[in-house]
Structure formats: structure tokens, C-alpha cells
């Protein structure tokens, strides 16, 4: 996909992430931030993103497919086209990607970084696994490109996309585990469980923590859990925060509402849960990262 070029001036540090960060196109063109697509095929279709909108109603979608959908990273040419439109602006690039354990897209990030060394001679490029994903990657993504337009170095950026990669936390709750489990991930007694009581978990995926904190029996007992864990760890802080839903987006702004009221937040934004890992948990999906300094 090619994209236009965003705001930037000769000599600076670029910015590349991959489109699981899901950040909003405004903001990726404030801040001259490009991204490398992820691709979803579902019923036999292959969409890439871009602003045709064509996964605008990936959730829908989902509840009638009978086959789960797949995923594929953005390939070591996707990723290339991208250095290069950046190398058009900067001397370095910092390249920030969703989890190594979660996709291949880091992967596929460093060899196309290795390609770029006979393509864009002279220009560096760092490619830094988040360790994590979806609002939490959007989190160091933002950061990283505030730091680069007000003319950090790549080492201070780099050891800041380290901090934030370490301290930054995902938490979501789930309207099921049937997608979780169609994809091999948990037993079928698990959804079976979960149906029967109505429970609705809270997950996390944070560096080190991986898996459910919390099994209440309602969306509203889930939707408390997420406030009450911002609130206990952002109070005194500021919050850097970044809501998320698979079509639930009532429930996203209501969590976004509360939780301006609840914490200072520095930033504040809500976003589609991006579809490349949509497709693995379902629709019904309310989601917060967060990070305080």
C-alpha cells in the first residue's frame, strides 16, 4: 500500500510500525509515522488495510463465517517499501512491531532491514520487538514519534521504547472463548465453562504477564475490573492510555469516559481492536493499555 508522505524534514529520525497498533490515519500523518499492513483473509477473501475501509465490518462478519479467519504479517517487501519512503525524510529508522511470540512480522521486519543495507545505504535502522500488541504497541509507537519530531537521538528513543515496553500493561475482557478456543488455544471445556456461568475473563498480555487475572460472571463485573486495575495503578501518575473494542464501541467510549474522570490521562485515545488479532478472540471485545509517568 503506498502511502502519502506524512510531515517530516531532512535529517530525522523516522518511525515505522505495522497496522496491529491500529492507530487512528490522522494521527499516523501528525506525527509522520508509516506502517506496513497486516493482511486478513476471511471467507476466502484476502483484505489488506488501507483506506478503502474494506475491514470496517470485520466483526460482523465474523459471527457467520464458519471457518476462522486467517492472518497474515506484513511481508520483508511491505516492510522494505516502507523503509525506503522513510529513508526519502531520515537518516535512521526505529521500527516498532507487535510481538515477536505473537506474529512473524519482526521477523519479517529484520530482513527486510538487512535488504534496506543495499537498497538505502547510510541509513540506519533498528527494529525493536514491543513485546506486546494492539493499544500497548500504539503506546510506544506514539511516544517514540514525539520523541524523533522533537529531535531525540536513536539511542534516547530506543531506551525509552524499552521502558514503556516493560511498564505498559493490555488488559480486555472477552463476550467468549469460542474463537480462542477455535484457534487451538484452550480446551473446549474451558468455553463450555465460561458459557455455562456466564463468565466473561479478564486477560492480560503485558511483558512477563500472560493470561487471565479475573473471571467475573457479568460485562459489567469485567468493565469494573478493568477501571479498578487503571485506578490502582495510574492514581498519582500520568496516564498514557489507549481504549479498545471489537464492535463494542458503547462500552469502549463509556470505559474512555470513566476513565478520564478516574485518572489524569496525558492521552486519551479509543480505537478498533485491529482484526489481525480480532479474528482470534472474537467481537465483543473491551480492551485498556496504559502506562504512567
Same mark, same amino acid.
Given at each position: 500500500m503506498t502511502q502519502s508522505s506524512p510531515d517530516s524534514q531532512p535529517g530525522t529520525i523516522a518511525i515505522v510500525t505495522d497496522s496491529a497498533a491500529a492507530l487512528p490515519s490522522d494521527l499516523l500523518q501528525q506525527l509522520g509515522i508509516r506502517t506496513a499492513s497486516m493482511e486478513v483473509t476471511i471467507d476466502g477473501e484476502t483484505y489488506v488495510d488501507g483506506p478503502g475501509g474494506e475491514l470496517d465490518d470485520f466483526y460482523r462478519r465474523l459471527v457467520s463465517v464458519e471457518k476462522l479467519p486467517t492472518t497474515s504479517?506484513?511481508?520483508?517487501?511491505?516492510? &522494505?517499501?516502507?523503509? =525506503?519512503?522513510?529513508?526519502?525524510?531520515?537518516?535512521?529508522?526505529?521500527?516498532?512491531?507487535?510481538?515477536?511470540?505473537?506474529?512473524?512480522? /519482526?521477523?519479517?521486519?529484520?530482513?527486510?532491514a538487512e535488504m534496506a543495507a543495499d537498497e538505502i545505504p547510510g541509513t540506519e535502522i533498528r527494529v525493536f520487538d514491543? =513485546?506486546?500488541?494492539?493499544?500497548?504497541?500504539?503506546?510506544?509507537?506514539?511516544?517514540?514519534?514525539?520523541?524523533?519530531?522533537?529531535?531525540?537521538?536513536?539511542?534516547?528513543?530506543?531506551? =525509552?521504547?524499552?521502558?514503556?515496553?516493560?511498564?505498559?500493561?493490555?488488559?480486555? /475482557?472477552?463476550?467468549?472463548?469460542?474463537?480462542?478456543?477455535?484457534?487451538?488455544?484452550?480446551?473446549?471445556?474451558a468455553v463450555w465453562a465460561t458459557n455455562l456461568f456466564n463468565i466473561k475473563p479478564v486477560m492480560e498480555f503485558s511483558a512477563g504477564r500472560v493470561g487471565s487475572i479475573a473471571r467475573p460472571r457479568s460485562r459489567s463485573g469485567a468493565y469494573k475490573r478493568l477501571l479498578k486495575e487503571v485506578r490502582q495503578?495510574?492514581?498519582?501518575?500520568?496516564?498514557?492510555?489507549?481504549?479498545?473494542?471489537?464492535?463494542?464501541?458503547?462500552?469502549?467510549?463509556? &470505559?474512555?469516559?470513566? &476513565?478520564?474522570?478516574a485518572v489524569e490521562c496525558t492521552e486519551l485515545l479509543t480505537t478498533q481492536f485491529h482484526p489481525f488479532m480480532g479474528a482470534h478472540t472474537g467481537p465483543g471485545l473491551v480492551g485498556v493499555s496504559y502506562w504512567g509517568e
Amino acid at each position: 500500500m503506498t502511502q502519502s508522505s506524512p510531515d517530516s524534514q531532512p535529517g530525522t529520525i523516522a518511525i515505522v510500525t505495522d497496522s496491529a497498533a491500529a492507530l487512528p490515519s490522522d494521527l499516523l500523518q501528525q506525527l509522520g509515522i508509516r506502517t506496513a499492513s497486516m493482511e486478513v483473509t476471511i471467507d476466502g477473501e484476502t483484505y489488506v488495510d488501507g483506506p478503502g475501509g474494506e475491514l470496517d465490518d470485520f466483526y460482523r462478519r465474523l459471527v457467520s463465517v464458519e471457518k476462522l479467519p486467517t492472518t497474515s504479517a506484513p511481508r520483508p517487501g511491505a516492510w &522494505l517499501e516502507q523503509f =525506503k519512503a522513510a529513508a526519502v525524510d531520515a537518516d535512521s529508522i526505529i521500527c516498532i512491531t507487535l510481538s515477536a511470540s505473537l506474529s512473524a512480522a /519482526y521477523d519479517a521486519a529484520r530482513v527486510a532491514a538487512e535488504m534496506a543495507a543495499d537498497e538505502i545505504p547510510g541509513t540506519e535502522i533498528r527494529v525493536f520487538d514491543s =513485546k506486546t500488541a494492539a493499544g500497548s504497541e500504539a503506546l510506544i509507537v506514539l511516544e517514540c514519534a514525539r520523541m524523533a519530531k522533537s529531535g531525540a537521538s536513536i539511542e534516547e528513543i530506543t531506551v =525509552k521504547a524499552e521502558q514503556i515496553s516493560e511498564r505498559v500493561r493490555l488488559l480486555a /475482557y472477552l463476550d467468549t472463548l469460542e474463537y480462542v478456543h477455535r484457534g487451538g488455544r484452550v480446551p473446549k471445556i474451558a468455553v463450555w465453562a465460561t458459557n455455562l456461568f456466564n463468565i466473561k475473563p479478564v486477560m492480560e498480555f503485558s511483558a512477563g504477564r500472560v493470561g487471565s487475572i479475573a473471571r467475573p460472571r457479568s460485562r459489567s463485573g469485567a468493565y469494573k475490573r478493568l477501571l479498578k486495575e487503571v485506578r490502582q495503578d495510574m492514581t498519582g501518575k500520568r496516564a498514557h492510555v489507549v481504549v479498545m473494542h471489537a464492535d463494542a464501541e458503547e462500552e469502549a467510549t463509556s &470505559l474512555a469516559s470513566d &476513565l478520564q474522570e478516574a485518572v489524569e490521562c496525558t492521552e486519551l485515545l479509543t480505537t478498533q481492536f485491529h482484526p489481525f488479532m480480532g479474528a482470534h478472540t472474537g467481537p465483543g471485545l473491551v480492551g485498556v493499555s496504559y502506562w504512567g509517568e
